[in-house]
């Protein structure tokens, strides 16, 4: 009677003693992933000041100046021309840079949450592939819990590819589209107004190259703008999750 009391004793502890160091070890689990998420993006948020400083601002700001200025140059060229196709012309150009701002937002968005799910699931995989740890798996029975947390990062992973890349196949479709109908009125409307005499030649190489000349610069000027906003998204994070951490 008194040795099988000492066993049942003996049992408790042991079983108390395993769900104590099964917490432990989630507890830990749990902080270093925090960790490694803070140092990965402490070492984004560093790269994008280093190279996007206050030094790195001032040239960038000032090639966007200029674009803005030559851009504008090129509109009063082609409102001289027709305001008509200008207007048209314009609103086709923001419409086009309006999915292009939707598209980056949710792909910078949609990396940020997938980097999360990659770093716990390469933390994951790291341990149950670690000689070390084989004898704390099978001592405490973790190997189903280890496993079952990576297959449920790694179906996080690859969701996040499949809705990127669905958001992207349409968002593509549009820009093309956008951008097809812009050439189309243009190319249109000016081969039109050379065949009937409205326009030399001459004047209708120069509106043509004019035209693609904005578009270019808007889309390199928008580009830099959204570059910007970009390194401000990764950084907004970081100092989100240093607050967090230093509570």
């Not at 003693?17 to 948020?45: G, H, P, S, W």
Request: overall charge positive.
């Amino acid at each position: 009677m008194f040795h099988g009391i000492r066993y049942l004793f003996r049992l408790v502890y042991r079983l108390e003693k395993k769900y104590i160091v099964t917490l432990l070890l989630a507890e830990l689990f749990q902080t270093l992933l925090v960790l490694l998420e803070f140092l990965d993006l402490r070492q984004k948020a560093d790269r994008y000041i280093n190279a996007y400083g206050f030094a790195g601002i001032i040239p960038v700001t000032t090639m966007n100046i200029g674009r803005l200025v030559s851009a504008a140059l090129l509109v009063s060229v082609i409102l001289f021309f027709d305001y008509r196709i200008c207007l048209v012309y314009l609103l086709l150009s923001f419409l086009n840079l309006f999915f292009n701002a939707c598209n980056k937002k949710k792909i910078i968005n949609e990396d940020l949450s997938k980097a999360e799910a990659e770093r716990r699931r390469a933390y994951i995989k790291s341990i149950f592939e670690t000689p070390k740890y084989a004898k704390e798996l099978r001592t405490f029975s973790m190997a189903d819990w280890i496993l079952g947390k990576y297959k449920k990062e790694a179906e996080q992973v690859n969701e996040y590819e499949r809705t990127k890349n669905r958001f992207l196949c349409k968002n593509k479709m549009a820009y093309m589209l956008f951008g097809l109908l812009q050439q189309m009125i243009t190319y249109g409307y000016l081969i039109y107004c050379t065949m009937t005499g409205t326009v030399s030649v001459g004047n209708f190489t120069m509106y043509l190259s004019g035209s693609i000349t904005f578009n270019c610069l808007v889309l390199e000027l928008f580009n830099s703008l959204t570059d910007l906003k970009q390194y401000d998204m990764y950084f907004a994070q970081f100092q989100q999750l240093e607050a967090t951490l230093s509570l």
